[in-house]
C-alpha cells in the first residue's frame, strides 16, 4: 500500500512539474544626469537646474511574469510590475503600479488578461523615435498619452496575414457606468481598440481611445483635453535598411465642456517626425521633431530634439538627448509632460522657451 502511495505521489509531482513554466523577474534599471533651463523661478521670471535623474530614456522598473501550460495550447498567464525612482529608491505609487494581470492564451484565439495594465494610449510607443522618454510623445500633451489603467479588460489577437487586434475596456466601478465618483483613485470608464499591420517594408497603426472623467463620467475636465478627452491616432514606420523613418498624427477631442477659461483646450492636434540611423550594431543616432496646437487660446509649441544610444553589452546602453521647445506667445509647454497651469513651475513662462540636455547610463536584466 506504501508502494502505491509513493508511486502515486511521484506521478503526481510529474504532471505538476510538467504542466508549471518558468517565472521571470525582469527589470530596467535608469539614471543619468540632467540640466534644463527655462524653468519658473516663482517671481514671474525663469531660472535653470542641474539634478540626478532616474527614468528620463525609460522608466526604471521590475516585475515578474509567469506562465503555466494547462494543455491543449492554452496557457494561464500573469505578469506584476513596478515603477520606481532609481535615486532615491522610491515606488511610483502602489507596489504593482503599471501591471497587475493575470489571464489566458491561445496561439489560435489571442491573449485576454485582467487587472491594471498601461493604457491602450501608450501603443504609440512604436512609433516615437524616442520611444516615450521624458522627452518625446507624451510632453506636449502633458502625458495624455502614457497613463495607466485599472478595472480593465483586454484582449491580443494573433497575426492574420501582417493585421492583428487589440482592445481594452476598462469598467468605472461606480454606480453610474462612466463614473460619478471624487472620491481618490476613482476611475471613469475607459476603452480603447487598436488596428496595426505590419510587413518587412513598413508598419501602420490606428488607435481609437477614450477616459473619462470620474466625477461625472464626461469627456472634459479643469484642464480640457490633457486627461479627459477622446484620442485619434494615426501612426507610421518605415524600414529602410539601417534607417527607420517615423511620423504619427493625434487628435484630441472632448465633449460637453462648457465655461472653461481662455487657454484651456477642449481641441488639440498633436504630430510629430523622426529618423533614426542604425550607424553600427551598437551605435544608433536619433532626430525628432514634436508639434502640438490648442483651441481656446491655448496656443501652440514645437520640440526639437536629437539624441541617441551606445550598447556597451545585450543588456547595458548609454544614451544622451539634447532638445529645444519653443511656445507660442499664449503657451507654457515644458520638455517634460507636466501639468497644465502657470503655477506649475515646471512649465516656462508663457511664451518662453525650455532647453535641457540628458545623459545616462541604462541596464536591463
Known amino acids: 500500500m506504501k508502494k502505491a502511495l ?7 509531482a510529474g504532471v505538476i512539474a510538467h504542466a508549471q513554466s518558468s517565472v521571470t523577474l525582469y527589470g530596467r534599471v535608469d539614471a543619468g544626469l540632467e540640466y534644463m533651463s527655462g524653468l519658473q523661478n516663482g517671481a514671474g521670471g525663469s531660472t535653470s537646474r542641474w539634478r540626478a535623474e532616474s527614468g528620463d530614456w525609460g522608466t526604471s522598473l521590475w516585475g515578474l511574469k509567469g506562465a503555466e501550460d494547462i494543455g491543449g495550447g492554452n496557457q494561464v498567464l500573469f505578469k506584476l510590475e513596478n515603477g520606481f525612482n532609481l535615486m532615491n529608491g522610491q515606488l511610483q ?12 492564451s491561445n496561439a489560435n484565439y489571442g491573449t485576454f488578461t485582467m487587472g491594471r495594465m498601461l493604457y491602450i494610449s501608450n501603443g504609440v510607443w512604436d512609433f516615437d523615435p524616442f520611444g516615450q522618454s521624458s522627452w518625446s510623445s507624451a510632453s506636449l500633451v502633458r502625458g495624455r498619452n502614457w497613463p495607466q489603467s485599472s478595472n480593465n479588460l483586454a484582449y491580443q489577437s494573433p497575426k492574420f496575414g501582417g493585421f492583428d487586434f487589440y482592445g481594452q475596456y476598462a469598467l468605472s466601478n461606480q454606480t453610474k457606468w462612466n463614473g460619478n465618483s471624487t472620491a481618490a483613485g476613482a476611475q ?3 476603452d480603447g481598440l487598436q488596428l496595426t499591420y505590419t510587413s518587412s517594408l513598413f508598419q501602420v497603426r ?13 469627456l472634459n475636465g479643469s484642464d480640457g483635453g490633457f486627461t479627459f478627452s477622446r484620442e485619434y491616432t494615426a501612426a507610421a514606420n518605415v524600414f529602410l535598411g539601417s534607417i527607420k523613418l517615423q511620423a504619427a498624427y493625434q487628435a484630441i477631442r472632448t465633449s460637453g465642456a462648457t465655461g472653461l477659461a481662455a487657454g484651456t483646450p477642449t481641441s ?29 487660446g491655448a496656443g501652440n509649441a514645437t520640440m526639437y530634439t536629437i539624441g541617441g544610444t551606445y550598447n556597451l553589452s545585450k543588456r547595458t546602453l548609454l544614451d544622451i ?45
Do not use: C
Not at 6 to 12: D, E
Open 206 to 218: 490606428g488607435i481609437y481611445d477614450e477616459i473619462r472623467n470620474p466625477a461625472n463620467g464626461q
Open 93 to 104: 505609487s502602489s507596489l504593482f503600479n503599471r501591471w497587475a494581470t493575470v489571464g489566458l
Open 6 to 12: 509513493l508511486a502515486a505521489a511521484l506521478m503526481s
Open 321 to 365: 538627448q539634447i532638445a529645444h521647445v519653443r511656445n507660442s506667445k499664449a503657451a507654457n509647454f515644458s520638455l517634460e509632460a507636466t501639468g497644465a497651469g502657470s503655477s506649475n513651475l515646471e512649465n516656462p513662462v508663457a511664451g518662453h522657451t525650455q532647453s535641457g540636455v540628458y545623459a545616462g547610463i541604462q541596464h536591463s536584466f
Open 268 to 296: 488639440l492636434d498633436h504630430e510629430w517626425g523622426g529618423v533614426t540611423w542604425q550607424a553600427t550594431p551598437a551605435l544608433a543616432a536619433i532626430g525628432a521633431v514634436y508639434h502640438v496646437n490648442g483651441n481656446n
Open 188 to 190: 471613469g470608464r475607459e
